[in-house]
């Protein structure tokens, strides 16, 4: 963003902090690097430009009448006029930024590197939140008493969010040395196992006196602990990677409020869906929508750790 608005100098103290507080000259290569591919990827157009230059009278009254006293009528009428036209080609001139400026967007939303990045984030997202985490972290308390956990619920429930934490910090650790994709597509099938192995346990052991028992506990923490790793953290990285820097901001907000969306849509269907199918019935589904989710990512997702924007961009 500071390169965009060609802060060069705050952009190389940001990256410097952003890789650990280095001095300039351990980052100089890979600020190199974005500095290139910034200007490579600004357009020369004369989209963004000085459209109109007025003259300062015909925007400043008092010093128009200043100049017109004492003037004849016809040099008056003469003045008028010409303001006048000013004016009107202003206008004109303002209605044709707005629509290059809208025809520029549209241009750059629908180019088909763009529309193939969009499109792939839209489905990541989509399956993070069809994974049914933030539905279950949401009535987690409720689901704790009706699957039997023999923890006090409220106490499970800080133990379930310490693994999510433990998740973050395993990707931390990782993400160096494995990339990725492999961190996504372990995320995404182990949340998929833990959560059907918690809807044919909560099948199972359904009825009128429910027997309590740490094993849904373990389960439940796998599947929030497998979620947290990946699925969670892992598509806000490759947002800010994986779009092309013509219409990044766009498309990243897009890709941004869907997410909520999907988050809001899943979470108020819980209830909804726990009495149509049952909780079993609902975990289940979550569990077969996470493993389709692995499909897609497994043939989609690209790596892009350890690679430049360009790079990134040039994937197939």
Same mark, same amino acid.
């Given at each position: 963003w500071l390169l965009a608005k060609n802060r060069i100098e705050e952009a190389k103290q940001a990256l410097c902090w952003l890789r650990g507080w280095a001095s300039p000259e351990e980052i100089q290569n890979e600020f190199s690097i974005l500095l290139m591919y910034k200007n490579n990827k600004i357009s020369n157009d004369s989209s963004i430009h000085e459209y109109f230059n007025d003259d300062n009278l015909c925007n400043e009254p008092y010093k128009l009448s200043q100049k017109l006293h004492g003037k004849s009528l016809n040099e008056v009428n003469q003045t008028s006029i010409k303001c006048g036209s000013l004016k009107t080609n202003k206008t004109y001139k303002s209605i044709k930024?707005?629509?290059?400026?809208?025809?520029?967007?549209?241009?750059d939303l629908t180019q088909p590197v763009m529309l193939r990045a969009l499109f792939l984030m839209l489905g990541f997202f989509f399956f993070n939140a069809a994974t049914g985490y933030t539905a279950v972290r949401s009535f987690s308390v409720v689901i704790f008493k009706e699957i039997g956990v023999s923890v006090e619920p409220y106490k499970a429930n800080v133990v379930s969010a310490l693994a999510v934490t433990l998740g973050t910090i395993t990707l931390m650790i990782l993400v160096r040395f494995t990339g990725k994709r492999i961190i996504v597509l372990v995320s995404s099938i182990g949340s998929a196992i833990t959560c059907i192995s918690l809807g044919i346990y909560t099948y199972q052991h359904t009825g009128p006196i429910v027997t309590q028992s740490m094993t849904p506990f373990v389960i439940y923490t796998a599947h929030v602990y497998f979620t947290g790793v990946g699925l969670q953290s892992i598509p806000w990285l490759y947002i800010s990677e994986i779009f092309p820097y013509r219409g990044r901001g766009l498309a990243t907000g897009i890709t941004a409020s869907s997410t909520y969306l999907f988050s809001f849509f899943v979470t108020k269907t819980f209830y909804t869906m726990t009495s149509t199918i049952s909780l079993a019935g609902t975990f289940? !589904? $979550?569990?077969?929508?996470s493993f389709i989710g692995f499909?897609? !990512? $497994?043939?989609?997702?690209?790596?892009t750790e350890g690679k430049t924007l360009q790079e990134i961009e040039e994937d197939p």
């Amino acid at each position: 963003w500071l390169l965009a608005k060609n802060r060069i100098e705050e952009a190389k103290q940001a990256l410097c902090w952003l890789r650990g507080w280095a001095s300039p000259e351990e980052i100089q290569n890979e600020f190199s690097i974005l500095l290139m591919y910034k200007n490579n990827k600004i357009s020369n157009d004369s989209s963004i430009h000085e459209y109109f230059n007025d003259d300062n009278l015909c925007n400043e009254p008092y010093k128009l009448s200043q100049k017109l006293h004492g003037k004849s009528l016809n040099e008056v009428n003469q003045t008028s006029i010409k303001c006048g036209s000013l004016k009107t080609n202003k206008t004109y001139k303002s209605i044709k930024i707005n629509k290059d400026l809208f025809s520029k967007v549209i241009s750059d939303l629908t180019q088909p590197v763009m529309l193939r990045a969009l499109f792939l984030m839209l489905g990541f997202f989509f399956f993070n939140a069809a994974t049914g985490y933030t539905a279950v972290r949401s009535f987690s308390v409720v689901i704790f008493k009706e699957i039997g956990v023999s923890v006090e619920p409220y106490k499970a429930n800080v133990v379930s969010a310490l693994a999510v934490t433990l998740g973050t910090i395993t990707l931390m650790i990782l993400v160096r040395f494995t990339g990725k994709r492999i961190i996504v597509l372990v995320s995404s099938i182990g949340s998929a196992i833990t959560c059907i192995s918690l809807g044919i346990y909560t099948y199972q052991h359904t009825g009128p006196i429910v027997t309590q028992s740490m094993t849904p506990f373990v389960i439940y923490t796998a599947h929030v602990y497998f979620t947290g790793v990946g699925l969670q953290s892992i598509p806000w990285l490759y947002i800010s990677e994986i779009f092309p820097y013509r219409g990044r901001g766009l498309a990243t907000g897009i890709t941004a409020s869907s997410t909520y969306l999907f988050s809001f849509f899943v979470t108020k269907t819980f209830y909804t869906m726990t009495s149509t199918i049952s909780l079993a019935g609902t975990f289940i !589904l $979550y569990g077969v929508i996470s493993f389709i989710g692995f499909i897609y !990512l $497994y043939f989609l997702l690209p790596e892009t750790e350890g690679k430049t924007l360009q790079e990134i961009e040039e994937d197939p």
